[in-house]
């Protein structure tokens, strides 16, 4: 669905030129051609004369964010029984809520919520958990299309450790459940499926074996979570005595990523060096989920150790571990977290700067999905629109003090979200009333 | 300013009937005679046949909160320059930002922001830092005594290691300068002074002595900061080798609480156990500020302890080390950095659970101010109707999940609050249409 009419925005533009480093441009103009960055000017070009522009001056112009990891079945329960542990809170919380996907009519109004605030937040691309329904997924994706985002949609595999009506009853029951998804996903231009066992304590080993065989076979990625919580990477040894490690394990069933095979791996709050080397070695993306690593008291992940060793990275919103999807709230977030970090647990750390929790949830996440993420020629055109007149200053900011403030005072994305592009088609709010 | 009209709300009401209990009866009646709750309802008695009812049906009403640390003239930079640890950000950040609370004018222009932003949220009393500037202290109270919410507010004492041109000449200058402001402390009703030594660094023992003389000269309660950060205790060590400690260093200047010398501290979060013991003994406050010391690097206080010791204790917004004035944003903030402690720092830690958090906001700060913080008969009519229809859910959810997901969701509470009473007299919010 590339747009083909060309239009130009106007605004301060805010970019990462670098993972340390943001820089902005006031009321500059940026273009947008066939759904791509076409350019930035200070003043329109004359090829450009008579552009369709929207002008809005003053008001913040950032790349779209990107959330490389979420669940969408658990929208309803964020913020909601917040004193539990992760494995308490699956079983608790997690498990019962996810079953009511089985009804199609529960799945429409609860998928309904998650993605109309979705759609008026200001992330533009997410990769996204269902559950191991193949019907409510694909009611999901057909949701998810309506509005206009680039998503990677995964129809959940669990074959073990789950509930009864939500354990798929074999491995060969959840491939052939995954296979007729897959059959289903026609009709879809931006809405994609990935492939999404749920965490090796969920997964029996032929059937990771069977996905990762089915990943060679379609090309598609892959999303799962990775050494999240003491608990669960201590169950993942005691489940898998083969391994040296929790991605080892991974590796070992075929489902770490390597040339050709894009993986999403969450959390990594526990991958130590042989681990961390691992997944640079094969290329895998850490979705960094701060908040959710809070909630469900499992740590705070080595972001720093993985930005300078070189493995791919984004942010992630983690619901309803995380209580918010907004990517805005999760910038500040990694930042506070890294500063706990450095004082609680490592003082060799180095905590992250706002910029660099920026070009996280913007370039870094944003390279998943190829050139995503930079308001730069070449780019897709995901580009967000910020109105922070809300909040008052005695003072004249720049731009990026704003765009920091706004990064924390905002947990509610609808508030400041004025407009939205995917790939250069608008998807939320309106042209500006001067138009 | 009593109100002397008796009235009633009808809502969800929900009141922390002990600091680890929160009881909710919808849809009751909560009356208001002379600026304090008189009962609850389920349905009006006879002899309040025909009295005057809001009927905020469905609605959310709690106690007030109360913010028992933050400091006004920081409000313009919340949420900047957060990549500085406490003592750098200091010195970058709030010395010259409080400079310019000399100029009367620049005072109104900045405080009028923070004074409208904490009328309109669920904030109901306040104990607030100014600057050394006994006229735009005085400005600031005007500012909150015409909003009808109860405040303490200080005119801080510094007289040394802090800029010139903010740093007052002398003890003696200081002192005058506070007998002075405290003169010009008339005809205010519910904005009262509170003596505000910033901290030790800031303060000589000349005028540290002349503080607690003060004190005991006027009855007034102090305010300031003990044991934030680990820089700065050990300044504060050396600062005072006569003392075994931060916290004893405020006793022997005489200004840590005891028998009628209400006083809160800031922080302490290095209190270890003796000093915990001395607090309590004293009677102190503690203002617990849990965003504060995430974002600038101080740590996480161990509010357990506290708990468990009978220290009195309330939550802080702490602007601008916090980046938000919103109390709800607080109590999760509260519950976050509790489950980090336990996971990073100390295995034998309990986090500190929702009603526990949410108990802190009310009863907890609300005990220094009297009978305040509860909905319960005898105490102050300090109440606030939080509306949450932003945030639907597929099911129905009871009120106190209602209130649990609330104070994850947002954190600006102009979002929410639609309605607040302070002693009975209507401070924020219109009476609902239905009226």
Redesign the interface.
Known sequence: MKQNTTFALRGNLLDGTSPTQIHFLDNYYLVCENGQVAGIFPRLPQKYAGLQVENWEGRLIIPGLVDLHTHAPQY?F???G??LELLDWLNARTFPEESRYADPA?AQ??YQ?FVEDLKSSATTRACIFATVHPEGTLLLMRLLEATGMVTRVGKVNMDRNCPEGLRELSAEASLAATRKWLEGCVGFSHTRPILTPRFIPSCSDPLLEGLSALQRETGLPVQSHLSENPSEVEWVRQLCPDAIGYGDAYLRRGLLGGLGCPTIMAHCVYSDAAERRLLREQGVWVAHCPQSN??L????APARAFLEEGVPMGLGSDLAGG??LSIL?AI?DT???S???????DSAYR?L??PEAFWLATAGGGSFFGRVGRLQPGYAFDVVVLDDS?Y????Q?NSL?RL?????????D??VVVRKFVEGNPVAGSPPASL
Chains 1, 2 share one sequence.
């Not at 500063?339 to 647990?345: A, S």
């Not at 008052?392 to 003072?395: F, N």
């Open positions: 309803p964020r913020g909601l917040m004193d529960y109004r609860a919520l809070t909630n008291t499992s740590g705070i209580h918010t709230r500040a930042v506070q977290v500063k706990l970090r450095w004082r609680l647990q905590p700067t706002f809300a008052p200053h005695p003072q900011l003090e920091e403030r706004l990064c924390y005072l905002c947990s509610d609808r508030q």
